[in-house]
């Protein structure tokens, strides 16, 4: 019988939402497996609102709410806040999961190398926002999510995996949205230990999944 590994073997994972939490919610389940290479110990919400704060709540995970309003427009203040309680809770790697700020270069440079995001597009097609509707606008026939280093430019870093989902004859932003959700909810998991692990691998800073690893939906 394996032996679960001593949660110190694991690395600490903070979340950084904005939103409902659904991938926050995939990857709480991942993490439930002793052998999985990440625990999530901070989950960070710029609202107080935030349904995922709940997710991680009821999951007995600390969930807190630093509202940027606040800082009013002092984005580096705010970021300042979000990286205390991150060292604060001994975070290693940060996963971004529908967190709706632009960092400043100040708080990607901070974590250069240990912060990964997941978009809802196959990158480098659609960084940015409205990415289903501009996917149906272009006459694409696939479409797809992306989880990728995070570094200066926006969506732009090396990516560490992508899951595909075709585009069908009458879809819709929603229908199109929730077929690459459910995509996303499988990749982001397998992205995270991904990272998790090559944290510990001096040789590979921006690990990428595998071409052959990557998702492939049926
Ligand atoms: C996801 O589509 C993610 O790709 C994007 O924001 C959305 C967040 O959804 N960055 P959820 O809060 O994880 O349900």
Redesign the pocket.
């Known amino acids: 019988m394996t032996q679960a590994a001593p949660s110190s073997a694991r690395v600490r994972a903070g979340v950084l ?1 904005s ?6 919610a995939a990857l709480i389940d991942a993490a439930k497996d002793p052998d999985y290479p990440a625990e999530i110990v901070v989950v960070l919400a710029n609202a107080a609102g935030a349904g ?1 704060l709940e997710i991680a709540r009821n999951a007995g995970i600390a969930a807190i709410a630093i509202d940027h309003r606040p800082f009013k427009g002092d984005r580096e203040a705010h970021e300042q806040a979000i990286d205390a309680a991150l060292r604060g809770a001994g975070v290693e790697l940060v996963a971004l ?2 967190y709706m700020r632009i960092f400043t270069p100040w708080f990607v440079q901070a974590w250069r190398g240990r912060m990964i ?4 597009s196959l990158l480098p097609h659609f960084p940015g926002v409205d990415t289903h509707a501009r996917a149906l606008a272009a006459g694409h026939d696939r479409h797809g ?1 992306t989880v990728h280093w995070v570094t200066e430019g926006v969506d732009a870093g090396p990516i560490i995996g992508q899951a595909e989902a075709p585009i069908l004859y009458g879809d819709t932003v929603e229908t199109l ?1 929730a077929r ?2 459910t995509q ?1 909810h499988r990749l982001y998991p397998q992205c995270l230990a991904q990272a998790a692990r090559s944290l510990h691998s001096a040789t590979q800073p921006f690990s990428s999944l595998a071409v052959e690893d990557r998702c492939r939906s049926s």
């Open positions: 939402i939103g409902r939490g659904s991938n926050l995922g999961a529908g995001n997941i978009h809802p999510c949205a690459v959700l996303e």
